[in-house]
């Protein structure tokens, strides 16, 4: 797991929460599917790489983790509650099926953000429906790396107007 400092005071921190596998081998893929693997590596980079500096010029910070472990990222978000001001998740696969996830995220009593890397809107059917989304406040896909960037920046705006779903 990569880690930023931790979340130590509410309204201050966000959790980015992604659990996307760099370590994808495209060789038994489509091409389309290699794609998508190219953009999670480079999106996982992105994100481990620069959302820090992103995150304080908006007067937040972010405490980084990456798991594909469904039990951890729902302990993750149990303990985000009271400490963290927010929750930005890339959820992956488990967009589709972790009602684990959906419950402790229902329960979390901070704003949550959905990212996905892809559009998952152009991808196979079973991909257009999310858990999550139905305890996010909203849901940026298909902007690669660069979709953590503006959850940053809607985080920032919810928190400061008060606003949750």
């Known amino acids: 797991a990569l880690s930023g ?30 794609y998508f693997a190219e953009i999670v590596r480079a ?3 992105s994100v481990a790489g620069g959302q820090h500096e992103a995150a304080a010029a908006l007067g937040l910070g972010v405490d980084f983790r990456q798991s594909n472990n469904e039990g951890e990222i729902v302990d993750w978000i ?11 998740i890339n959820p992956a696969a488990y967009t589709h099926t972790s009602i684990a996830i ?16 892809s559009n998952i809107f152009q991808r196979e059917p079973f991909r257009q429906e999310s ?10 896909c298909g902007f690669g790396g660069h ?5 940053l920046e809607a985080m920032a705006q919810l928190l ?3 606003e949750t779903a």
């Not at 149990?78 to 930005?88: D, P």
């Not at 858990?131 to 940026?140: C, L, M, N, P, T």
Request: charged residues 15%.
């Open 5 to 34: 400092g931790g979340c130590t005071k509410p309204g201050e921190t966000v959790l980015v929460n992604t659990m996307t596998s760099i370590a994808v081998d495209p060789a038994p893929f489509t091409d389309r599917a290699a």
């Open 78 to 88: 149990q303990s985000a509650a009271g400490t963290c001001a927010g929750i930005i």
């Open 43 to 45: 999106g996982v980079q």
């Open 160 to 162: 400061s107007a008060g």
């Open 102 to 117: 959906l419950d402790a995220l229902n329960l979390s009593d901070v704003p949550v953000i959905e990212v996905h890397l």
């Open 131 to 140: 858990f999550v989304s139905r305890a996010a406040e909203g849901v940026i």
């Open 147 to 151: 979709g953590y960037q503006l959850a």
